[in-house]
Nanobody, 122 residues
Framework: VQLVESGGGLVQPGGSLRLSCAAS????????MGWFRQAPGKEREGVSC????????YYADSVKGRFTISRDNAKNTLYLQMNNLKPEDTAMYYC????????????????WGQGTQVTVSS
């Protein structure tokens, strides 16, 4: 099983980034997929999650209206479009796969990527 994130980087406040997560080694289209982030000295927090078909999505209050999660099951890829980025969005971003559903808690997720760093700074 592999989850490989990409698309992170340094961006100014108000800017945008699009994260991608390429999945392999499991049946991507049958798993809920989530994005988490972890800033230095803080706990890992759930950012967003998406159901198998993409018909249901969930967002943390801190990113609602700015971030959009999506997936392409034909390409086994998960995305996170991040707009109007703020310095407090700075963190390592991880994608994760869950067979059991979406949750803010990382404990129910079965597979994890290595993360991609997002830094928002002027």
């Amino acid at each position: 099983v592999q989850l490989v994130e990409s698309g992170g980087g340094l961006v100014q406040p108000g800017g945008s980034l699009r994260l991608s997560c390429a999945a392999s080694g499991f049946t991507f289209s049958t798993y809920y997929m989530g994005w988490f982030r972890q800033a230095p000295g803080k706990e890992r927090e759930g950012v967003s999650c998406i159901q198998w078909t993409g018909s249901s999505t969930y967002y943390a209050d801190s990113v609602k209206g700015r971030f959009t999660i999506s997936r392409d099951n034909a390409k086994n890829t998960l995305y996170l479009q991040m707009n109007n980025l703020k310095p407090e969005d700075t963190a390592m971003y991880y994608c994760a796969a869950s067979a059991g559903g979406c949750s803010r808690s990382p404990t129910i997720f079965d597979y994890w990527g290595q993360g991609t760093q997002v830094t928002v700074s002027s």
